[in-house]
T-cell receptor
């Protein structure tokens, strides 16, 4: 079945370390997105990519970086510059706004 | 990006219809209206979307006002599994999905 795979499901990081979250899709979608969700809050857009080798900052890009070298993959790196990285991270993909967006099951990152 | 306004919470009894409202008075002519729902600790799930006409699918119906300044998600017979946070979102030409705070739906047996 087609879908989005996020890994790992849970991730622990020491302060000062960079960590990379994986997002892979086999839906042949052009666009991919990363969101952050804090407890009891809605989702906030970190980065998005509408085509391979191109991506744009969302509303809260500071302290994060991404790459889009392959259509299927859109990894997110949480750098040590991100002041409060503990959150639930969600990846999504879409063909375009005339179709529904598909979300992964998320990665819960905890800084220890 | 145009914003949407939804009630913070709503309640329903099982097997009753539920009408979840959404106001989007600043919608532009080409903005699509999307609805998603999210269960705790899970990714959002697509429910339905539309542009101008009412839409039906196996999960729900979407009623869009004639002036497009509001819409209503209709769950025809609520079940306990429909308890979730429901997000109404406008998507412009940028294709960005920008979430608001949503409506928390409680369903009672």
């Amino acid at each position: 079945d087609g879908g989005i795979t996020q890994s790992p499901k849970y991730l622990f990081r020491k302060e000062g370390q960079n960590v990379t979250l994986s997002c892979e899709q086999n839906l042949n979608h052009d666009a991919m997105y990363w969101y952050r969700q804090d407890p009891g809050q809605g989702l906030r857009l970190i980065y998005y990519s509408q085509i391979v080798n191109d991506f744009q900052k969302g509303d809260i890009a500071e302290g994060y970086s991404v790459s889009r070298e392959k259509k299927e993959s859109f990894p997110l790196t949480v750098t040590s510059a991100q002041k409060n990285p503990t959150a639930f991270y969600l990846c999504a993909s879409s063909v375009h706004r005339e179709s529904g967006y598909t979300f992964g099951s998320g990665t819960r990152l905890t800084v220890v | 990006d145009a914003k949407t306004t939804q009630p913070n919470s709503m309640e329903s009894n099982e097997e009753e219809p539920v009408h979840l409202p959404c106001n989007h008075s600043t919608i532009s002519g080409t903005d699509y209206i999307h609805w998603y729902r999210q269960l705790p600790s899970q990714g959002p799930e697509y429910v339905i979307h539309g542009l101008t006409s009412n839409v039906n699918n196996r999960m729900a119906s979407l009623a869009i006002a004639e002036d497009r300044k509001s819409s209503t998600l209709i769950l025809h017979r609520a079940t306990l599994r429909d308890a979730a946070v429901y997000y109404c979102i406008l998507i412009a030409y940028t294709d960005k999905l920008i979430f608001g705070t949503g409506t928390r739906l409680q369903v009672f047996p």
